[in-house]
């Protein structure tokens, strides 16, 4: 069976060639994978969530590796929104890669600013609104742990951004009701959801017997969250059938980018797998294309949450 | 003194299957001899290579960085390159224990790599454990160019110096020093680096060892005009750049810190540059 | 170094010689381990969460493997409180182990019946409450999700019991806010905490194309989740530091339980490990008791939450 | 007939390491011996053995669940334990690519075996696919009772029917049936079944295989005296009676049914006992 598959999906209003696309903090701009696939031979580019500023981010150690898994904490380091718009995003489009650029804020209103200046950039797909960040205005707690916190932020980008740009809202999995916090966002203005970021989790050091990581908790990805992803994916697009979901969280695979979208999700992002391969992405998508045609689907779109299906029910 | 500058990032990085040609053990080490075929001649002194640990069902999923040791382009299997390695944890215990004609999957050559003078200075190589791995390559570039070229390997215990007799023969000198004396002299490698340095009126320092042993070499040659070329250790998730967690904070022209990436912007850098007392901490939000 | 290590420890007033458990559904009721080490070798036997009636289960599959963790849905299968009163309890306690009961309940009421049938059961050394069950009186969502329902639960089973059999909570990782909920049940009377239960996941069957477990979602356990025991762990023992914490989640070596108990943990339970070494618990109670005597400890109760101390500030 | 009953829950397991004696491709599957020494000598018929698969370092926690198929106790290397394994998923696919002198953690033996007569029976042994493997050691077994014993085996393709030479010597008759007909008859095993069993004067099926190969021949022979001990395979997470993964609906004494694990309480179970209609179901709860 070799049948030529339809890859292209979309999400909003915007399309892609294909489904994977890099996860945002596991590519940075792009430029440093380009080394080893053309990157507009992937469905997109997701960019490093972005702040308004400059940023350091988190003290070393960053890094732990987990079973079958990782901890990172690197707490948003980046050039900051101008540098970025300036530098990175035209040497993306000149690559022809479709670019899909995350934001980060601490307020909203810092999400709304960052909005205001993408608004005037042309070329990009759609923005990804990463809410899994400390809310400096609330004690901290995080936008997406927060129903009505998520709500305001996606709210606020869409009242700035207007109808043109797709947003993405991308949620934590560290909820007690992550459907309740993902229709919240979706009646604010989300076209499409992001599931999974990261799952907070901690490493002790045995030698120095306390948190290895210089920021204590870390997030942990890799396969080790897959099936929470993969349940996450199911839970969320059972509730929304008719939102978009782009998928992640341990996909290393072919057959792992498959099950997500059985799941629900209409595009994979991968994430943790190119740490361990830098051409995981160019891997995954093809052994997708074998996957979806032996079984008889001549479009990806067909597959986009069939494991909802109800036989003889 | 001119230093070779990559154009784009890892340019010439590729990801394929190594041989392991032999897999011996020397002192607490392992030599790790991989056929690579024609990347060798692409690696230079101070580039890494990151590998895949622990096969198709490892619960291990990100590479392991070794320095290059050495590189060959016409041994007896076509390109081959040695590493030196540790067995320290799950993955560099499993590399030590491959048997001759494992595959592995490794990408190469990653990072910056030493400078290489393009006149004939004075060099002093400084090794801490395996750290003395890829300064045995070096010192043969180095000696090409006519550099004079002197060693200084330091170490906790005799085992844990790494120096085999062929490289002995690329230096014009070498020192050993243990911390238990159990080899060479008892003490450190920068017990009398000031004087080294002086006597021998060193132009240039490469390093390659702890962390804490780059920290005090820089710290003891601030006060000269000795250039100082450290190779870095830091946690690694990716290798290549992308996910940021190996950064250093480093100063720039304009005296700003910034956290820079070991990976692509190192493992060689300038030790004057290294913000050390600041590793492990965030600098001052600067702008 | 062979230091000597007193290895003993207290969860409410209950005395343990050492710190190791099973995790509740992981050692059914003991007998089936005894082929492979003395039950009373271990600290304690924590039985299969029992329910009032009989049960017969999920359908299956009921376990699917995971990288590095597996799923299961078992769905409480078992004999019912009586029969395990009249068989299961008399057995352990004639093989000189310290037994907790873990108990089950679809309604507060269901709790509370249980409790009172264990208050005249001579022996025992604790119940631990498992409140990850659904609440069929409020639309089946888990009581240990609920802050309000875990309190009730905790409160009635406290109300009947008495004073004298400590209760051990055992909550869910799946949700927003676990320091809340933990707070929650001590204030309703619970003398210890077991944390973490497993976490909310699926597989999906690629073959198939439908979730793999016969009950759709299943709890996540091994390894994989280490990292969000010692979080969950962390983050409860700094809110409560007076309240002991029975850890668990991932412990498959000493070094394990080590992190555990650095973050906060008084003992600690393993689960998932016996599936794959019957013999897991003794040893990793010796690697326990080797790293302990090495890092220089006299007690284990010294480095109960070890990794929270701060060191000249 | 008297079934031999086990006294106290798998009380003849040992966990232990075994060394990889030979691992050869036959047709579809690898034979595989293992050196174990003296537990050979409570391994029964219809017995499994778990094994830990992935090495120190892997993904994979739990452990894989294979039918003992023979046993020898007086080997050139003592005990010995042959396994046949189909390569299937990444667990398998490990164990038939370990080389000779490979260590690994097994846990045996474990479960029920079959019920050997204590007089001389007529009996049919049926395989499907890897299921022949304990059924020649049970062969052997039921000649020293001087048993008459005749053998079905079935598979989808040639390859996957396991026979090997010294096996058919044990038995009286050996049926082979291929979906494909690539070997033996066009068919399965269960075609001509119910004749079989009346002109030969069957008293006992033994059976291991696929579950509704299983199944079809309960159905089939639900309406005669025949009784039918079938080894079932169900998904295991320990293998040892303590997850409740592994459970069937059983229909006991008092006609209730109860999921019963199948790792303690079978491999080997009363075919007719089974509620083949209820597997992957809950049975309704009763009192
Ligand atoms: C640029 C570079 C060059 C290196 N060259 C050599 C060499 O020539 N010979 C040698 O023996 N070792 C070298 N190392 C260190 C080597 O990478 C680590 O010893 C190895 O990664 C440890 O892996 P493990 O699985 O054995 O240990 P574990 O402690 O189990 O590893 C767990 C995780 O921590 C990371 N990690 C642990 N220790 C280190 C470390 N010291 N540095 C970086 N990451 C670490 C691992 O990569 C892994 O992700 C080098 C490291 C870097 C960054
Ligand atoms: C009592 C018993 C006896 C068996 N005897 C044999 C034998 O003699 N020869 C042989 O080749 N196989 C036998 N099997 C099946 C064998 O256990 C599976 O093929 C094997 O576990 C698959 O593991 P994997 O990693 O290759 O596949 P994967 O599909 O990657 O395994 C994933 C998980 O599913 C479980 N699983 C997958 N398939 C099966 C299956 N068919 N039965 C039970 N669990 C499964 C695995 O144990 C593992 O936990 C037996 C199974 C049981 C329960
Ligand atoms: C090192 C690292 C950095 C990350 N940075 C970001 C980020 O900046 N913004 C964001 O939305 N997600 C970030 N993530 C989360 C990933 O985008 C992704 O949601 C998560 O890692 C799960 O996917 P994976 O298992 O494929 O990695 C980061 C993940 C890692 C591992
Ligand atoms: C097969 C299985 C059955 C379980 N049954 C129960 C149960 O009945 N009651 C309970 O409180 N927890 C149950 N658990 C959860 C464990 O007790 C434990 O909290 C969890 O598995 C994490 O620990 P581990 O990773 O060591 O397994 C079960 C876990 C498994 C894997
Ligand atoms: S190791 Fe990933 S950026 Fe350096
Ligand atoms: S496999 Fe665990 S009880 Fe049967």
Chains 1, 3 share one sequence.
Not at chain 1, 45 to 65: C, D, F, L, N, Q
Request: glycine residues 10%; contains cysteine; charged residues 20%.
């Amino acid at each position: 069976m070799n049948m030529p598959v339809d890859m292209s999906t979309t999400l909003g209003n915007a399309w892609f060639p294909t489904p994977i696309f890099t996860a945002s903090g596991c590519a940075s701009s792009g430029k440093e994978l380009s080394q080893f696939f053309p990157l507009k031979d992937v469905g997109a580019i997701v960019t490093k969530s972005v702040m308004s500023k400059p940023r350091h981010g988190r003290p070393t150690p960053r890094m732990a590796e987990t079973p079958s898994g990782m901890l990172n904490s690197i707490g948003l380091q980046g050039p900051g929104i101008d540098s970025f718009l300036a530098n990175d995003v035209p040497w993306l489009l000149e690559q022809k890669a479709r670019v899909v650029v995350s934001i980060a804020g601490e307020t909203i209103e810092e999400y709304a600013t960052l909005a205001r200046k993408l608004r005037s950039v042309s070329g990009i797909s759609a923005v990804e609104v990463n809410i899994s960040c400390p809310n400096v205005e609330n004690r901290g707690l995080v936008f997406a742990c927060d129903p009505d916190a998520s709500r305001r932020v996606i709210d606020g980008v869409r009242k700035t951004i207007g109808g043109e740009l797709p947003i993405i809202a991308k949620l934590s999995p560290d909820v007690t009701n992550l459907p309740e916090i993902a229709r919240g966002v979706v009646d604010a203005g989300a076209d499409a959801l992001a599931l999974i970021n990261t799952v907070l989790g901690m490493v002790i050091n045995v030698d120095t017997m306390k948190p290895h990581l210089g920021g204590k908790t870390g997030g942990l990805s890799g396969p080790a969250i897959k099936p929470v992803a993969v349940r996450a994916i199911y839970q969320v697009h059972a509730a929304l059938p008719e939102v978009p979901i782009l998928g992640m969280g341990g996909v290393s695979s072919g057959r792992d980018a498959f099950e997500l979208i059985l799941a629900g999700a209409s595009a994979v992002s991968v994430g943790t797998a190119s740490f361990g391969n830098p051409s995981a992405l160019v891997k995954i998508q093809e052994e997708l294309r074998e996957i979806l045609s032996a079984k008889g689907f001549a479009t990806l779109k067909q597959a986009v949450g069939y494991a909802h299906r109800e036989e003889n029910a | 003194m001119a230093q070779e500058v990559m154009g784009t990032i890892n340019k010439n990085a590729v990801q394929q299957n190594a041989t392991v040609i032999s897999n011996k053990r020397v002192g607490s080490y392992h030599q790790i001899l991989l056929n690579v075929g024609d990347v060798v001649k692409q690696c230079r002194p101070g580039n890494f290579v990151a590998i895949a640990v622990g096969g198709d069902s490892s619960k291990m999923i990100l590479r392991r960085a070794f320095a290059i040791s050495r590189v060959s382009e016409n041994s007896q299997y076509g390109g081959s390159m040695e590493l030196i390695v540790a067995p320290h944890g799950s993955g560099s215990k499993w590399l030590c224990g491959l048997p001759e004609g494992s595959e592995i999957d490794i990408v190469a050559p990653l990072g910056t790599a030493f400078g290489i003078p393009t006149e004939p200075i004075n060099a002093l190589l400084i090794g801490g454990g395996y750290g003395s791995a890829p300064l045995f390559g070096l010192a043969d570039v180095l000696k090409t160019r006519n550099c004079k070229v002197d060693m200084l390997l330091g170490a906790s215990v005799g085992a844990k110096i790494y120096a085999p007799l062929e490289g002995k023969r690329s230096v014009n000198s070498l020192k050993i020093y243990t911390e238990d004396g159990s080899m060479g002299e008892k003490g450190r490698v920068t017990e009398s680096l000031l004087e080294i340095v002086a006597n021998r009126s060193i132009d240039v320092i490469y390093s390659c060892g702890p962390m804490g042993m780059l920290r005090a070499i820089t710290e003891l040659v601030s006060s000269t005009d000795v250039i100082h070329q450290c190779a870095v250790e830091e946690s690694m998730a990716c290798g290549i750049g992308i996910c940021m967690t190996c950064v250093l904070p480093v100063v720039n022209q304009d005296g700003q810190v910034s956290m820079v990436r070991s990976c692509i912007d190192g493992p060689v850098m300038d030790g004057s540059t290294v913000k050390w007392d600041l590793v492990g901490q965030v600098p001052e939000v600067h702008s």
